[in-house]
């Protein structure tokens, strides 16, 4: 059964938010997965009307699931996500907001905002200057050494060899030396750079199947502004999608890569929020510690 069994795709009506409809549908056909459509809207269509507008064939209507809804977006898409255990949310990253001009500095809508705070599976936002580019072909994957890019790598291999895309992962070195889990080897990055990147990289998916290890083809540094050279790294390498760990805080300083990346990027951004692994607690005599 693939990982990816199950995908959510909401929309909300406007034009903005039908962007994601071709990459959710195509994702949908090449994992063999249900493709569970909410629509958000205070006037519900007729469910031929609705599947017509995704351009979905006979097959793929057969594994399409609609839903429609009057209540609120955010808590709806959370409910679908929890109850058809969706693996994965396909969304614009602005909806009708974007589409009504509301907003125009804003890179994120009010629902995908949400979304990518409070969903605990990876989030794939299309960006307000995306342009769809179908099939893909490779996935770079931005390396940190933190426990939210390790999950973000993890779920990217995996997706990755269900799909058959090339994985490359890059670390880039900011232009300060000394910050880091590289810093130590700021002064020689041909040499340790690579070396320790490796270790980094074999550490994030540890649990991938052999299948899953070999989309790795290619583990490199950059040096300079992290969202420049990662954006600058999708052109060099025709990268079809851009997978990145985040912290799940979206405040007026936070996350100021990602959100330079929704600005700028042109290529879906496969969005992983850090999730907190359970500690194990461990009993020895009368004493209890935790791991």
Do not use: N
């Amino acid at each position: 059964m693939s990982r990816f069994d199950s995908i959510l795709l909401p929309l909300d009506g406007s034009p903005e938010s039908a962007k994601a409809v071709g990459c959710a549908v195509w994702l949908a056909e090449r994992l063999g997965a249900t493709l569970h459509v909410l629509y958000s809207t205070s006037r519900p269509l007729p469910p031929g009307e609705a599947l017509d507008r995704l351009c979905a064939g006979p097959a793929r209507r057969a594994r399409t699931v609609l839903h429609q809804t009057r209540h609120e977006p955010v808590q709806a898409a959370l409910e679908e996500t929890a109850e058809h255990a969706v693996k994965l949310v396909v969304m614009s990253a602005r909806g009708g907001s974007a589409s009504a001009g509301v907003d125009p500095g804003r890179e994120l809508g009010r629902v995908a905002t949400a979304l990518i705070e409070e969903s605990a599976v990876p989030v794939l936002l299309l960006p307000v200057h995306y342009r769809e580019s179908l099939p893909w072909e490779s996935m770079l994957v931005a390396a940190s050494g933190e426990a939210a890019a390790d999950q973000a790598l993890a779920s990217a291999v995996r997706l990755s060899a269900m799909l058959r895309l090339r994985v490359s992962v890059v670390y880039v070195a900011e232009a300060a030396a000394g910050v880091g889990p590289l810093a130590a080897y700021a002064d020689a990055p041909q040499h340790e750079y690579p070396r320790r990147l490796e270790e980094m990289v074999r550490r994030a998916i540890v649990g991938a199947s052999p299948e899953e290890c070999r989309c790795v083809d290619e583990v490199r540094v950059r040096r300079g502004d992290p969202a420049t050279e990662l954006l600058a790294d999708v052109e060099d390498r025709r990268s079809s999608v851009l997978a990145l760990g985040w912290h799940g805080a979206l405040g007026a300083t936070r996350a100021p890569v990602l959100r330079r990346l929704l600005e700028r990027a042109e290529c879906p951004l496969l969005v992983v929020r850090e999730v907190s692994r359970s500690r194990v607690r461990l009993k020895v005599g009368d004493a209890i510690g935790e791991l």
